[in-house]
Each structure stands twice: as C-alpha cells, then as structure tokens.
C-alpha cells in the first residue's frame, strides 16, 4: 500500500523544486542585468575600452560576460574567453606555492631569507611570511603607475634583488606594512631553490593544472599571453597601445594573464579550500600582525577586511596595459572578478564594488519610505524648518533657532538636489542608520540619521563631501 503521506511529499518535492529553479533562475537574471548595466556605465564614464566580468555565487560560477572593445584597431569585441593581465593577484598564487612547499616539509614561513638567498641586507633577521606579508622592509622596485625606460629590457630576479635587496631596509623586519613588489621577486626565489623547479613550472604543475586553470598563461615571460590589448592613457587624452615590459620584472610579482572565468574558478577553489591543507589555508587568509600588536590589514598575498559585516579577502592588480579585480567573500561562498584592459585607473575596483552592493543587497524594506523622508526633511531645512514631530526630543534639542537658520543659509542657495540616495543601511545603538548621497551640478552633500524603533529620527545630520 502506498504511504499518501510519502505520495503528498513527493508532490510537494515535485512542485517546490521548480518553482525554487524557477525563482533562482530569476534572481540571476536580475543579477546579470545589474552588472550588465554597472559594467557598461563604469566603461561610459571612464573611457576605459573593456571589462571581463565573473561572479561566483553560491558557490559556483553565477555569471561571466565581458563588455567593450578587448582591441580598438582593427576593433575586437571583448569576449569572456580572452585572457587578461591580472597583475598583482599573482602574488596569491606565488604564496600558495610557498605554502605548498611548507606541506612539503622543504621549508617553514619563518625560515630566515638568508637560508635561500645569501647577501640580502639582514638577510638572517628577514623571514618568508615578512616577503609574503609586506613586513620584511626591502624596498619596492615598482611603486610607479608606468613603465620605466629601464623597464622596457629584460631583466633577472637576481638582479632585482641585487639592486632593491641590498639596500639598508625602509624599516626594521615586522615593525611596519608597506607594499613593496621586490618582496615577491624574492619569494619566487625562495620557491625555486626550495623546490628545486624553475617558478613558473612549480606554479603550473602545483596549482594551475590541479585546480584546471587550463586559460593561464606566463605573461611575464610573453606580454601577447594576455590576447586583450592593453592600452594607456596619458591625461584625458586618446588611449594608446601600452608597452611591453621586457621578462623578469613581472615575474613571481604579477605573472599571470588570464580569462575572468578561470579566475573565479581559483575563487571557487579558495573557498572551497580545495588545493592546500587547512592549516594553510588559515595562515593564507589570517592577517599578519606586527611587532607592535598592530593589525596589517594583509595576510599572504591577500588584503583582508570586513566590507559591510562580511569577511573579504581581496587583492588588486596591475601591470602596464592592464588593472585588475579580486574580490572574494570565503564565509557567503561568493567571488567578484574584473579584468579591463587600460592601467592607472580605477574602473576594475569601481565595477567590482558596485556588483559587491547588488550581490549583497541591503534588506531595508523602508529603505523607499525612509529616503522620501530624508529627502522632504532636507528640502525643508533649506527653507529653515522641519516637522518636529518627525524627531525625537535630543533632536529637537540640536535643531535649535541658529541650527536651523545655518542649515537654511548654507542649504538654500544649493537650490532642489538633482540625485537623492541611500548609500548604506546598518544597525547601532539600539537604531537604524542609514546615509544617503545628495547630489547637486557642482558638488554632493552627504546626509546620514539615526532611527528608533519607533520610526522617530534621533539625528539627522549633513555635511559636504570631501
């Protein structure tokens, strides 16, 4: 006999399941025009000739699309299967092969630099985690947003540290954080004397090929590694071809190019923790302190932080021709990739923290309601009044007679704002705050209150944009 309790929840199985598809499916397509639309305003407003998008949700690819023009002359449309520079996202991978090595047993983070490199300025006090976590105070060979003339030839890592490496230190080992790429020309250094291997072999055969990267490539060694064209901008004027910078400058600091896809793929293995042990994975993403008990704000070839009470672990890129975007939140299984194709500009960070506020959108279910508000208390408050029943009794209080003759004085020449906006949503003290941009043709104006639970505004402040 049939058990019409199991028949009913096979049927509700049946039923729910579609319509979750169907909901879910929904859902991204919104997502995709969400980004579709960011990406294509960022491109408008800057100038820059294309973006390659991939966003990872749930855990898995969500969406990859790429926007402009990857070449303007003969014009090539953007496609998601074109590699892209990713420049200083590599260091993550340069520190996975260290932590690989580790697993090995063929060295430890706090091994001094000198056991692998002889010669380098205190050397014997400079250990692997202070390269990996900018802590070690070996001076930058690569602080500038251009390509230097002696940039344009080839050059050895031993060289670089030859020349950056044996200088007096900018600071003492762990006293400071300062970025400096000559750190990771040193760490790529470590792992081929440790390993035994030429770097970019170690990194292909030990964690490209594994987690199937199959689209990266050496661009170090082959600038047209990355089949979209970088371009340069000097000013506001054309953008123009950007040049080559010759092999071995990139290297273990920024070698890799790549499709947007397979980089979200890398996203997906990292949250995961698919390729290295755990316990690697912790000293990966833990933030380094120093020796003062200070936070660094960075782990081993990762910035880490909290963006809008969730944990991210990000890096940035950029080599001549390209800037890049890394954005990975391990906790809510979700990564944010964009690659463009111009250097010195921010349009990659831009795109990836505009998708970050539609991905993870703020549930403020008044936040129409609230806005409308904010926006009636502002008009009126350029005329010098405000409906106190609209306030609690400490602001009633701030709104005295000279507050509101200030605020009609400064506020009312501004004339009606031609944007109003809320920027952000949080909770504080027992009450709701939300800020909004107010924008005008030649400035913009932050505003930003203080609701109780009871719907009444405890502050309502405003002040010019910096």
Same mark, same amino acid.
């Given at each position: ?31 995709? /025009?969400?980004?579709? @639309?960011?990406? =294509?305003?960022? &491109?408008?407003?800057?100038? $820059?000739?294309? *973006? !390659? ?45 260290v932590l690989l090595l580790q697993q090995d047993g063929k060295l430890r983070l706090d091994d001094p630099v000198s056991r692998f490199i002889p010669g380098l300025t ?53 006293? /400071?954080?300062?970025? @400096?790429?000559? =750190?990771?020309? &040193?760490?790529?250094?470590? $792992?081929?004397? *440790? !390993? ?129 975007? =890394? ?140």
């Amino acid at each position: 006999m049939l058990n019409r309790g199991l028949v009913a929840g096979a049927l509700l199985v049946a039923c729910v399941g579609p319509i979750q598809a169907q909901m879910a499916a929904s859902a991204d397509t919104a997502l995709a /025009r969400k980004v579709d @639309s960011i990406a =294509n305003q960022v &491109l408008q407003s800057t100038g $820059v000739p294309s *973006a !390659s998008v991939a966003i990872v949700k749930n855990g898995r690819l969500a969406y990859a699309n790429a926007y402009g023009a990857a070449k303007l002359e003969p014009r090539l449309t953007a496609s998601p299967d074109m590699r892209y520079a990713i420049g200083s996202i590599s260091k993550q991978f340069t520190a996975v092969a260290v932590l690989l090595l580790q697993q090995d047993g063929k060295l430890r983070l706090d091994d001094p630099v000198s056991r692998f490199i002889p010669g380098l300025t205190r050397g014997s006090e400079v250990t692997v985690r202070q390269l990996l976590s900018h802590t070690s105070g070996y001076q930058d060979f690569w602080p500038q947003d251009y390509v230097m003339p002696m940039m344009l030839k080839a050059t050895t890592p031993q060289a670089i540290a030859d020349r950056w490496a044996k200088q007096p230190l900018d600071f003492d080992p762990g006293s /400071r954080w300062q970025y @400096s790429n000559t =750190n990771y020309t &040193l760490a790529g250094m470590v $792992v081929e004397k *440790a !390993s035994g291997m030429p770097f970019f072999q170690f990194v292909r055969t030990r964690i490209l090929a594994p987690v199937g990267l199959t689209s990266a490539a050496d661009f170090d060694a082959s600038p047209r590694a990355a089949n979209a064209t970088g371009y340069i901008r000097y000013a506001l004027g054309p953008l123009r071809p950007a040049p080559d910078a010759g092999s071995g400058w990139m290297w273990a600091a920024g070698e890799l190019a790549m499709t947007a896809r397979d980089l979200a793929n890398w996203d997906i293995n990292i949250i995961r923790h698919a390729l290295l042990k755990p316990e690697s994975y912790r000293e990966l993403e833990r933030e380094v302190v120093l020796n003062n008990g200070a936070g660094s704000g960075y782990a081993l070839g990762l910035d880490v932080a909290m963006q809008g009470g969730r944990f991210m672990i990000e890096h940035s890129g950029e080599v001549s021709g390209f800037t890049a975007e =890394n954005m990975v939140f391990p906790e809510d299984s979700a990564a944010i990739v964009v690659l463009t194709n111009q250097d010195a500009t921010p349009a990659s960070g831009t795109i990836a923290t505009q998708i970050s506020q539609a991905l993870f959108p703020t549930e403020d279910k008044l936040a129409d309601s609230r806005t409308a508000r904010a926006r009636a208390i502002f008009d009126g408050l350029g005329r010098g009044t405000i409906d106190r029943s609209l306030f609690t009794s400490n602001a009633n209080a701030y709104f005295s007679d000279q507050a509101l003759k200030d605020f009609a004085s400064s506020l009312g020449p501004l004339g009606a704002p031609t944007g109003f906006v809320q920027t952000r949503q949080a909770l504080r003290g027992g009450m709701t705050y939300r800020s909004y941009r107010v924008s005008f043709p030649n400035r913009t104006i932050r505003v930003w209150t203080y609701e109780t639970p009871d719907g009444k505004l405890e502050q309502y402040q405003v002040a010019p944009v910096g």
